[in-house]
């Protein structure tokens, strides 16, 4: 007699149109090849509408002569080429977003902790500067900088004076340069060792912290030792070098700014666009990273806290050893896209004519035509910086985790 019973109807096999694991297969397999056939259709239908307008894809263009000038970057001239100018761009974007970083950063760090003080003056004050400037858009903030500010500065010949070496105006802001000389290779030999000596001290401070089992600064012997062989270095470099007709060879010296004719020459220039950009990317980003830092701290247990206060630390060894540790994971995935941002939103630079990686851009889509191609360009450049930034932050990110553990 034939056994019909439900487990023999189980044990059969299961034909493939109904295996759930190879319909999953066969229906990402279909997506794939149908967005590939959709990108397909748009690039063939991209090239018949350039080859109507008489234009062809590649990048042949870029090794033409621009012939336009650009008011800032590295060495460029309009007799190079298009594709140095488009490095130009970039150089200056990377420049004022890593300053701008920086500068947000340390803003951001002491706003953040200023509205968590116990001082109702400094806590208002951090408080009124967080709400008004993460509530404007970033644009009106770039404008407002360059024209009721900057722009706003005295003349070159009434030039603000600081130090005797740095001069601001209505022209920028010209600042000391300073300049290696033959006796830098010798203060990099001390530098090298220094470093060589404070990576062995912070070795051994942390397994000795380690051992107790306890918080405490691990550079505590490092950064000392380092900023001492470096100090002693750069007063023993003159003795090792010798120049005709002068007296000490020190590392380095200073190019100062010296006002000649209409204008200052010599230092190092922050044009109007870069202090304004600046000045704005830095005060908008600091007031969403002060969110991030006020968050971060509060996040911490407030028993690990009062387990400080009762070990006997002050508030400022309770906030770098015991809270600032814990917080620092908290914080940095948010920082990451605050520092994306900063970065993006520099192409806003357009608006004063700043040349940056998106305004340069501009300028050669509209003597070539090529419009695709430099869009490509400019997209690729952006996306390569934020996913550097973002590796970066993400290593930083498992490192501190890591030690954490």
Known sequence: MENNSPLNALSGKIPFWRDIRVLRIL???????????????????????????????????????????????????????????????????????????????????????????????????????????????????????YTAVVGQLPKVKESFSLFGGVFINNRGIYLPSPEPTSGMKIWIGFLGVGLLLAVILYVVRWRKLQQLDRPGFRAKWALPAFLIVALCGWFLTPMFTTIENSGKHWPLT????????????????????????LIALSVYTSAFIAEVVRSGIQAVVKGQREAARAIGLNEAQTLRLIVLPQAVPIIVPPLTSQYLNLAKNSSLAVAIGFPDLFGVGNTIMAQTGQSIPVFAMIMVSYLVMSLTTSAAMNWYNRWINRIGR
């Open 254 to 277: 200073l190019d100062l700014p010296i006002l000649q004719g209409f204008n200052f020459q010599g230092g190092m220039r922050f044009s109007p666009e870069f202090s304004a950009l």
């Open 27 to 145: 229906f990402q397999v279909a997506f794939l090849l149908g967005v590939i056939l959709l990108l397909v259709i748009l690039y063939t239908n991209m090239l018949k509408g350039l080859r109507g307008l008489g234009l062809t894809l590649n990048l042949n263009f870029l090794q033409n002569e621009a012939g336009f000038n650009l008011s800032e970057g590295i060495s460029y001239e309009p007799s190079d080429t298009y594709l140095k100018a488009f490095w130009v761009g970039i150089v200056n974007t990377l420049k004022v977003g890593i300053i701008g970083i920086i500068c947000a950063t340390l803003l951001g760090i002491f706003f953040g902790i200023a509205r968590l003080s116990s001082n109702w003056l400094i806590r208002t004050i951090a408080t009124a500067y967080v709400e008004c400037f993460r509530n404007i858009p970033l644009l009106l903030q770039i404008l407002f900088w």
